[in-house]
């Protein structure tokens, strides 16, 4: 079973936890006693936690981490929310799944979101494990079509949700998941949010036209953006001895090792790709496109796009 | 099957209740298989000789009444990965034993650390692997329902199980059926006519 500990909780913020401990039921009678049972007997446990202003880096291992085990229970040691059940059963009890992953990306490129793990009972020992196995499975398809490229290019959206359609069934016993079964078919979401002028609209509103709503399938951006485009740069030190050539701008060493840094002398003009323009097949999800049209002629409108498998 | 049911913990307020499930297995060649054993609590149930799978499974209300009619109960299993469905394939369930026993026992208290739970979480002396140990909890434990199973269907997500009591033999002596009216004229004739699988006993019309 897998360790998520480090990278799960790291670089959030806060974490919001829910604790049901002794599930059962209180019923009252005519005399007024009332009389209390219970049914599961495990801590359940449910946290949601926050991210807020993480790099892309750390966005992406988190991502990697959902899509690799979105279907399968894992090991977290929740030490921050006094999880009592490894105290209780030991380290191989404190297991969880994931409910829910949702982030969102500004124009700030900077990204913040929220992760919700649901305790379960299909703990770490043998016992429990032999009986089911679990797994979990992602294979996304990727595309070459620059159709929305193209449109990104006039028409960028302020803001990118990120989330996922699952077809994974859970078994629960109580508020806990008992174990899951991963029948394939994760699927990446996207939400653009757009603010535009209106010729930029019209492009917009073509595009899904021209893709015929739920029809079409096109490329879009991991991202669901198009990051401004940036180059391969010359680094420098105090005394102008050149270090390294730097490819990886928008990734958080930069920023916070900043001061390392004299000079950045040059540009060499080269796009970078280092995965940021990988496209994935996809399609919008609604057969109806929304818009608000202000009196100042500009447009609001917001698109579900879902990957195509 | 007893409905003897002591008082040990009943007079409490606070108890708490599993339910421990055996569904008899035979082999499509009617040779016994295995016993399945599963329980709804939340972690292994070992019951001082069998120990008892906790996996999803819920039942809807048992009724009884003096007809003497045959009484049935619905099971639902969890069925996710469609191990149940396997088995059940590969198997006989049908009208063979099963039993549902119910347990009421008052959790025994823990110690965690140097902290004393009044009511702990396992009671566990034998194993690494979460469990409950009843064999010498104080309890009341009473089969609820004994019977055999009868139908059975299921989906990906579930395998919903009917089980009847055994005096299910006494209310079937023949196959059910339904008449079509249309092999008659009138009702009195479909009431009063002798029919023998749809067909007239004479052979001439």
């Keep these: 079973m897998n360790n998520l500990t480090s990278t799960i909780l790291a670089n959030h913020s806060n974490i919001q936890a829910e604790e049901r401990t002794k599930q059962g039921q209180a019923i009252e009678f005519n005399s007024g006693k009332n009389q209390r049972v219970i049914g599961s007997s495990i801590p359940a446990l449910e946290m949601t936690l926050t991210y807020k202003n993480i790099t892309l880096v750390n966005f992406e291992l988190l991502r990697g981490l959902y899509e690799a085990n979105h279907a399968n229970t894992f090991i977290v040691d929740a030490d921050d929310i006094n999880d009592l059940r490894p105290d209780v059963m030991g380290l191989n009890s404190s297991v969880w799944a994931f409910k829910e992953f949702k982030f969102r990306a500004t124009a700030d490129t900077l990204f913040n979101g929220t992760i919700t793990l649901v305790s379960s009972v299909f703990f770490n020992y043998t016992q429990y494990t032999a009986a089911l196995t679990q797994s979990s499975t992602y294979s996304p398809v990727t595309s070459t079509n620059t159709d929305f490229d193209t449109l990104l290019d006039s028409a960028q959206p302020y803001q990118v949700e990120y989330d996922y359609v699952s077809n994974s069934i859970f078994s629960n016993i109580g508020q806990s998941v008992r174990h899951i079964k991963d029948k394939g078919g994760l699927r990446r979401k996207w939400k653009l949010s757009w603010l535009l002028n209106e010729s930029q609209f019209l492009l917009v509103q073509k595009f899904y036209r021209q893709k015929a709503g739920i029809m079409g399938s096109f490329g879009i951006p991991d991202r669901g953006y198009k990051p401004h485009q940036y180059n391969t740069v010359e680094l420098f030190d105090e005394t102008t001895t050149y270090i390294e050539d730097y490819t990886d701008y928008f990734a958080d060493d930069y920023l916070e090792n900043e001061g390392e840094f004299m000079l950045v002398l040059s540009g060499t003009g080269t796009e970078v790709d280092d995965g940021l323009f990988s496209k994935t097949n996809a399609h919008f999800m609604n057969d109806t496109f929304e818009f608000t049209r202000r009196v100042d002629n500009m447009y609001i409108c917001s698109a579900d796009i879902v990957e195509a498998l | ?205």
Aim: net charge negative.
């Design chain 2, 1 to 205: 099957m007893s409905k003897t049911i002591t008082n040990d913990v009943r007079g409490d307020d606070t108890f708490a209740i599993l339910h421990l499930f055996e569904f008899d297995m035979f082999t499509l060649a009617n040779v016994f298989d295995e016993t399945l054993r599963f329980t709804d609590h939340d972690i292994f149930v070992n019951d001082g000789t069998n120990e008892f799978t906790p996996l999803a499974i819920s039942f809807d209300k048992l009724v009884e009444d003096f007809s003497m009619s045959s009484d049935s109960i619905s099971v639902s299993i969890d069925n996710i990965n469609g191990a149940l469905t396997t088995k059940a394939l590969a198997s006989e369930w049908r009208n063979n034993r099963c039993k549902i026993t119910r347990v009421i026992y008052t959790p025994a208290s823990e110690t965690i650390g140097s902290d004393v739970y009044e009511f702990g979480v396992t009671d566990n002396s034998s194993t690494t692997y979460p469990r409950l140990e009843i064999a010498s909890l104080t309890k009341d434990s009473y089969v609820l329902f004994e019977g055999v199973i009868d139908t059975f269907s299921a989906t990906s997500q579930a395998l919903q199980g009917t089980l009847t009591t055994q005096f299910t033999h006494w209310g079937k002596p023949h196959p059910s059926r339904t008449y079509n009216q249309n092999e008659f004229t009138t009702i009195i004739d479909a009431m009063t006519d002798v029919v023998y699988w749809g067909r007239p006993t004479d052979p001439n019309i």
